[in-house]
C-alpha cells in the first residue's frame, strides 16, 4: 500500500514542499529503505522510526518498506522528517485509519526512540510555508508550538507523543489544545549595564544614543579601560524594542538556526552579539557544508559587536563590506545559493595603537612607527568609510572617578528619547519598508535630508576640505537626519550637520 504525507525542507529561510512517499509491499524480503537523497541524519531516521513505533505499542511491519523524499533533486537533511515517515508507515501497514483528510497538513518534527515528539529547529518557517502554500494544518512539536503560533492564521497541532497523533486520528483522544500549551517561555536580554552606572563618558553616551537612534555603525577608539567595552555592552539597554515586522525578521533566522528554546516564541529583544576574534569566517559571515546563518544575520536588527577589531583577521573584516552595504548575505554553494538578512549595527572598539597607549597621559607608547603603521592598517579604508560615527573615547581622570557628581542620566530616558526618534522615522520611511535612517538609499536622502544654502555651504566645504567620498557624503546626511529627529526638529539645521561631521573625524 502507497501512501504520501506532506513535510517542508528547509534551505535557508527559504522553504521547499517534500513529499514522504512510503510504500509496504507484500512481497519481497523485510527491508527498510530511505531513497530521495537523504542525508546521514536522514537515513539514520530508520532506527529512531522503527524503534519509536515498537515503543509506542505498534508493531513494525515485517516487510519491505520504502520510503521516498520527494523531490529527489536535492538532499533532504535534519531529523525533522521522523514524524511523517513514522505517520505514513502506520497508516501504509494499516495500524491506523485517519477520520480526517492529511492532504492539507503538513508533518514536521523529530522522535525520540520512546515515541516522544522532540523540540525541532524551523517551526516557525513551517508555518509561514503553510500560510503561503495554503496548507490549512501544521503537526508539529508540542515544545515549538509558540514558535507555529506567530502565523495564527494557520491551525497549529501540537503532537507529544506518537500514540497520542495517532488516538487524534482515531477519533478517540484530543491533541494538548493551543490554551494548555507549554507555558510561554520569554526571551530576555538579561542584565544589561546601565548607562546611569557609567561614569564620565558623555560624549561616547551622545554618540551612542545617536547611533542607537538611527541604526548607525560607530566605532570607539581609546585606551585599555577607558570603558569602550563597558559602554557597548550598555548599548541595548537603550535601543527599543522590535516592531512586529522586525521581530518576526529575526525569529525566522533563531528559529532555522535552532536557537528557540522550547516554549519560545516571538523574539522581543534586539539581537546582541559580541564574537571572539579568533571566529571563523563561516562563523561570522554564514556559510559551511549545512550552510548556516553567521553572526552577522543572527545581529539582524540588533549589534554586532566587534571587541578589539583589529585584531579580527583582515578577511573577516573585508567580508563585511557587501553586508554592510546591502543589508544581506548571499551563501553559493554547490548545494545551491542561500541569501540571509543582515541589516546590523556595526559598534566597534579599537585601540589606538598595538599597547594602547599611544598619546595616554598618564602612561608611554612603546610601539614603533612601523608597528604602529601596521595595526592601523589592519582595517582598510572602505571599511571605516562605512561607519558613521567615529569617536574617541579618552581615559578617565582619577579626580574624575572618585568625584561627587550629580547622578547620570539612567538608560530608561536615553531610551524614551530613543523610542520617540526612531517613531519618527518609522513613520516616515514605512512606506519604503524601512526602520531606521540608516536603511534610507540616495532617493531618501534627497527627499529627506534637505539642508538650508548656509549648510549646504558647510557641507560642501567640508567635503572639498577632507576629500571625502560620496558614501561619506550621505552618511553624513543620514546621521544628521538622526540627531534632528532626536531633537523633534522637522528640517536639519547646521547645528545639526556640524555635529554629523564631527564623527567623521577618524580617531583611529
Keep these: 500500500m502507497l501512501t504520501k504525507i506532506n513535510s517542508v525542507a528547509h534551505l535557508g529561510l527559504l522553504s521547499t514542499k517534500v513529499t514522504v512517499e512510503v510504500d509496504v509491499a507484500a512481497q519481497g524480503f523485510p527491508a527498510f529503505n530511505i531513497v530521495g537523497l537523504p542525508s546521514k541524519a536522514v537515513e539514520e531516521a530508520r532506527e529512531r522510526v522503527k524503534t519509536a513505533i515498537v515503543n509506542s505499542g505498534f508493531t513494525f511491519p515485517d516487510k519491505r518498506l520504502t520510503v521516498n523524499l520527494a523531490p529527489a533533486d536535492f538532499v533532504k537533511d535534519g ?29 514536521y518534527g523529530e522522535l525520540s526512540l520512546n515515541g516522544e515528539v522532540r523540540h525541532s529547529r524551523g517551526v516557525l518557517l513551517v508555518a509561514i510555508f503553510a500560510l503561503k502554500e495554503g496548507f490549512g494544518e501544521v503537526y508539529i512539536p508540542a515544545e515549538s508550538q509558540r514558535e ?4 495564527s492564521q494557520v491551525k497549529s497541532r501540537p503532537v507529544s507523543t506518537l500514540l497520542s497523533l495517532v488516538n487524534y486520528f482515531e477519533g478517540k483522544a484530543r491533541l494538548l489544545s493551543q490554551k494548555t500549551a507549554l507555558p510561554r517561555v520569554e526571551n530576555t536580554g538579561g542584565v544589561l549595564p546601565d548607562f546611569g552606572e557609567i561614569v564620565g563618558q558623555l560624549a561616547a553616551k551622545r554618540a551612542l544614543t545617536i547611533a542607537a537612534s538611527g541604526g548607525h555603525n560607530l566605532i ?70 549545512r550552510v548556516k546563518a553567521g553572526e552577522i544575520s543572527l545581529a ?34 554547490a548545494a545551491g545559493r542561500v541569501e540571509y538578512p543582515a541589516r546590523f549595527m556595526l559598534v566597534a572598539s579599537v585601540n589606538p595603537c598595538p599597547c594602547g597607549y599611544l598619546n595616554h597621559p598618564k602612561k608611554s607608547c612603546h610601539c614603533s612607527i612601523r608597528e604602529i603603521d601596521r595595526y592601523r592598517r589592519r582595517l582598510s579604508g572602505p571599511i571605516l568609510d562605512r561607519i558613521d560615527l567615529h569617536l574617541f573615547v579618552p581615559y578617565l581622570e582619577a579626580e574624575k572617578l572618585t568625584a ?34 540608516a536603511q534610507m538609499q540616495n532617493k531618501q536622502v534627497r527627499q529627506f535630508c534637505a539642508l538650508d544654502p548656509e549648510s549646504n555651504r558647510l557641507l560642501r566645504l567640508a567635503v572639498d576640505r577632507h576629500a571625502l567620498s560620496p558614501r561619506s557624503y550621505f552618511r553624513i546626511l543620514k546621521v544628521a537626519r538622526t540627531i534632528a529627529d532626536l531633537e523633534g526638529a522637522l528640517n536639519i539645521k547646521i547645528n545639526h550637520l556640524a555635529e554629523a561631521l564631527e564623527y567623521r573625524s577618524r580617531a583611529f
Design 220 to 289: 570607539m577608539t581609546g585606551p585599555p579601560g577607558s570603558g569602550k567595552t563597558l559602554l557597548a555592552r550598555a548599548l541595548p539597554s537603550i535601543l527599543p524594542p522590535l516592531t512586529i515586522e522586525e521581530a518576526l525578521e529575526v525569529t525566522q533566522i533563531y528559529s532555522a538556526s535552532g536557537f528557540l528554546r522550547p516554549g519560545e516564541g516571538l523574539v522581543r529583544i534586539r539581537p546582541f552579539r559580541a564574537p571572539h576574534h579568533s571566529t571563523s569566517l563561516a562563523g561570522l559571515i554564514g556559510g559551511g557544508s
Design 404 to 437: 561627587t557628581s550629580p547622578a547620570a542620566e539612567s538608560s530608561a530616558v536615553i531610551r524614551q528619547r530613543v523610542v520617540n526618534a526612531r517613531k519618527i522615522q518609522l513613520s516616515r520611511l514605512k512606506p519604503y519598508r524601512m526602520y531606521t535612517n
Design 79 to 107: 531529523s525533522c522528517y521522523d514524524l511523517p515517515i513514522a505517520v505514513g508507515i502506520l497508516l501504509a501497514s494499516g495500524a491506523f485509519v485517519a477520520k480526517t483528510d492529511l492532504s492539507n497538513a503538513l508533518f
Design 300 to 333: 539582524h536588527q540588533g549589534v554586532l559587536f566587534l571587541d578589539e577589531m583589529a585584531e579580527f583577521a583582515r578577511s573577516l573584516l573585508e567580508a563585511l563590506r557587501q553586508p554592510l552595504e546591502d543589508g544581506v548575505v548571499a551563501i553559493s554553494r
Design 148 to 151: 507555529a503560533q506567530v502565523v
